[in-house]
């Protein structure tokens, strides 16, 4: 069974900090993708990255693929109030159709 | 606004009633899924359809029961629910039924609880 653990579980942080929220498994992916959930709203794809090692960047977000392709980290540089939201990773198992989730982590940036 | 809608928005129903959560997606994709969201859980996938075939049916209980009349359509039959069902269940459509390959789009949920 595959398991996507993402830490921290809750995030609270003041406009303008950095902040990086982690996703890490023992199973490989082929793929690996970024949401996010508001409130009362399903999740919204940020980025898939698929190569070991790959960064990409989306304005202040920073995503990136471990060189094993079992983990991954999303940067926020000088988070905004509207960055607030659930953040989720999925992966994707080779010939599957099915995405393993994380639990989540639950970002708010106070003004 | 993803393209993807569903009905009700939210919905209380006892044990013993029967309900129905209907999902619309107007990109003219290939592949609909049902997932639940429950509270301090992962989001788990239920059903996966291709061109309104069930293609993958993760050990669901029976009281709950999908239907893809069309590729545009997917509906979630409710009979005899128990209290731990209630949850967010969510309805994502893509391209193609290919896991993370195609970009899923999700569509706002159906907020239930199962008195």
């Known amino acids: 069974t595959q398991l996507l653990e993402q830490s921290p579980q809750f995030l609270s942080i003041q406009e303008g900090e950095n902040l990086t929220v982690y996703c890490n498994s023992s199973?490989?992916?082929?793929?690996l993708q970024w949401y996010r959930q508001e409130p009362g709203e399903g999740p919204v794809l940020l980025v898939t990255?698929?190569?070991?090692?790959e960064v990409k960047k989306l304005k202040r977000l920073t995503f990136q693929f471990g060189d094993a392709r079992k983990d991954s980290s999303l940067h926020i540089t000088a988070a905004q109030p509207g960055d607030t939201g659930l953040y989720l990773c999925a992966g994707a198992g080779a010939g599957s159709y099915q995405l393993t989730f994380g639990k989540g982590t639950k970002l708010s940036v106070i003004p | 606004e993803t393209g993807v809608t569903q009905t009700p928005r939210h919905l209380v129903m006892g044990m013993t009633n029967k309900k129905s959560l209907k999902c619309e997606q107007h990109?003219?994709?290939?592949?609909m899924y049902w997932y639940k969201q429950s509270a301090k859980k992962p989001l788990e996938l239920m059903f996966v359809?291709?061109?309104?075939?069930?293609?993958e049916n993760n050990s669901v209980p029976s009281r709950f029961s999908p239907e893809c009349p069309n590729s545009s359509h997917l509906f979630l039959h409710l009979h005899t629910l128990q209290p731990e069902d209630s949850a967010l269940y969510l309805c994502?459509?893509?391209?193609?039924?290919?896991?993370?390959?195609?970009?899923?789009?999700f569509g706002p949920g159906t907020r239930l609880t199962v008195l």
């Open positions: 994502a459509s893509s391209q193609e039924p290919s896991g993370g390959r195609d970009e899923q789009f």
């Open positions: 199973s490989v992916f082929s793929s």
């Open positions: 990109l003219g994709h290939n592949a």
């Open positions: 990255v698929v190569t070991g090692g």
């Open positions: 359809y291709s061109l309104e075939e069930r293609v």
